[in-house]
């Protein structure tokens, strides 16, 4: 069954000028680009994205890095997209991800890992409507 998930192209990827190698990558693998926005985002928004992490110690760093910059918001469809996407990003950090993976490519950071992906169901669903109005789905 097609399934939905949220996805970033992060401010270190999008600094580097790999936007376009990344995209190429996820249509290489099958998904449909649902609905695709560049844009800043402040902290507070950052925040309110990563509210699930605000225990955490890198909550700040973090938070911080991705308001650094320019973004890219995209909301993915295909077959079993979250399991598949998060295989094609591969491991958190760069240094343990697989050959071939977006992070292994394209990654400079356990941090600054150029492309975050929903990691369930639930967090799909709040990801895609913490960024996008439902008119914005096409
Ligand atoms: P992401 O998939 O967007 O979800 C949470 C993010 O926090 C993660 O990618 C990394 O960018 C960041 N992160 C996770 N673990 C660490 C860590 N140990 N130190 C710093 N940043 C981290």
Known sequence: MSQRTFSIIKPDAVRKG???????????????IVSIKKQSISKKEAEGFYAVHSAR???DS????????????MVLEKENAIADLRNLMGATNPANAEEGTIRKKFAGSIEENAIHGSDAPETAAFEIGYWFAGH???
Do not use: D, R, Y
Request: hydrophobic letters at 55%; glycine letters at 10%; a negative charge.
């Open 18 to 32: 790999f936007t376009g190698a990344i995209l190429a990558e996820i249509e290489k693998a099958g998904f449909q």
């Open 57 to 59: 110690p890198f909550f």
């Open 62 to 73: 973090l938070t911080t890095f991705m308001s650094s910059g320019p973004i890219v918001l």
């Open 136 to 138: 914005e789905l096409v």
